[in-house]
T-cell receptor, first 118, second 110 residues
Framework: GAVVSQHPSWVICKSGTSVKIECRSLDFQATTMFWYRQFPKQSLMLMATSNEGSKATYEQGVEKDKFLINHASLTLSTLTVTSAHPEDSSFYIC??????????????FGNGTRLTVT | DAKTTQPPSMDCAEGRAANLPCNHSTISGNEYVYWYRQIHSQGPQYIIHGLKNNETNEMASLIITEDRKSSTLILPHATLRDTAVYYCIVTTSGTYKYIFGTGTRLKVLA
C-alpha cells in the first residue's frame, strides 16, 4: 500500500533556530501533500497544502513566512519551521493521496514529527 | 468545523465487536465517509471509506444508513492493539481537505 515517510520522527531545537521536516511518498508520486499540526490532547489541524512545482496554500491563521513549505519533487515535500519558539512545539504530520487518479482515494499519513523547542 | 460528531469515548471487551457510531447529518450527495484511527504518537491510519453502500475490508466493516446521515464502524473482534482514537471524516472526493473532529477514544479491555 501507499507509504508516506517522515523524517525526523522527533527533534529538539533551541528557540530562534529553524527546523526542517521531510515528507516522502515512498512507492508513489504525489503532486499534492498536506501538512497537519496536532497539539497534545487535541485533534489534527490542517496547516497547508503543498503543491509540486508551485506555491503552497495555507489555511487561515497559519503564517506562511514562519512555516515554509517546499515541494521540490513528486515524492518530497519539506516543512521548515523558521525561528522556532516554544509555542511551535507540536506534532507535525504530513499526508498524501495514495492513488491520485481515483477521486475517492484516501489520504495516507506519515508517522509524524514531534518538535520540541526549548 | 468538522461535519461529524462522535462519542468522546467507548470501552469494548477484547474479542467482542466494537461498534463506533458517527453522525454526519449534513452530508451531501457527493461526500464520502472516511474512517481513520490514531494510536498514541503516531500518524492516522486509514481504515475504510464509503459513499452509500456498506463496505468491508480486512480491518473493519462500514455500515452507512440509507439516508446517509450516520454510519457505524465495526471492528469484528477487537484486540488490545485496537485501542486508539477513531476519527470519522466526511469530505468531497478529490478535495482531500480533511477536517478532523475530536474522534472517539476506544479502549479495548482485557
Amino acid at each position: 500500500g501507499a507509504v508516506v515517510s517522515q523524517h525526523p520522527s522527533w527533534v529538539i531545537c533551541k528557540s530562534g533556530t529553524s527546523v526542517k521536516i521531510e515528507c516522502r511518498s515512498l512507492d508513489f508520486q504525489a503532486t499534492t501533500m498536506f501538512w497537519y499540526r496536532q497539539f497534545p490532547k487535541q485533534s489534527l489541524m490542517l496547516m497547508a497544502t503543498s503543491n509540486e512545482g508551485s506555491k503552497a496554500t495555507y489555511e487561515q491563521g497559519v503564517e506562511k513566512d514562519k512555516f515554509l513549505i517546499n515541494h521540490a519533487s513528486l515524492t518530497l515535500s519539506t516543512l521548515t519551521v523558521t525561528s522556532a519558539h516554544p509555542e511551535d512545539s507540536s506534532f507535525y504530520i504530513c499526508s498524501a493521496p495514495g492513488v491520485e487518479y481515483r477521486l475517492d482515494s484516501p489520504l495516507h499519513f506519515g508517522n509524524g514529527t514531534r518538535l520540541t523547542v526549548t | 468545523d468538522a461535519k461529524t460528531t462522535q462519542p468522546p469515548s467507548m470501552d469494548c471487551a477484547e474479542g467482542r465487536a466494537a461498534n463506533l457510531p458517527c453522525n454526519h447529518s449534513t452530508i451531501s450527495g457527493n461526500e464520502y465517509v472516511y474512517w481513520y484511527r490514531q494510536i498514541h504518537s503516531q500518524g492516522p491510519q486509514y481504515i475504510i471509506h464509503g459513499l452509500k453502500n456498506n463496505e468491508t475490508n480486512e480491518m473493519a466493516s462500514l455500515i452507512i444508513t440509507e439516508d446517509r446521515k450516520s454510519s457505524t464502524l465495526i471492528l469484528p473482534h477487537a484486540t488490545l492493539r485496537d485501542t486508539a482514537v477513531y476519527y470519522c471524516i466526511v469530505t468531497t472526493s478529490g478535495t482531500y481537505k480533511y477536517i478532523f473532529g475530536t474522534g472517539t477514544r476506544l479502549k479495548v479491555l482485557a
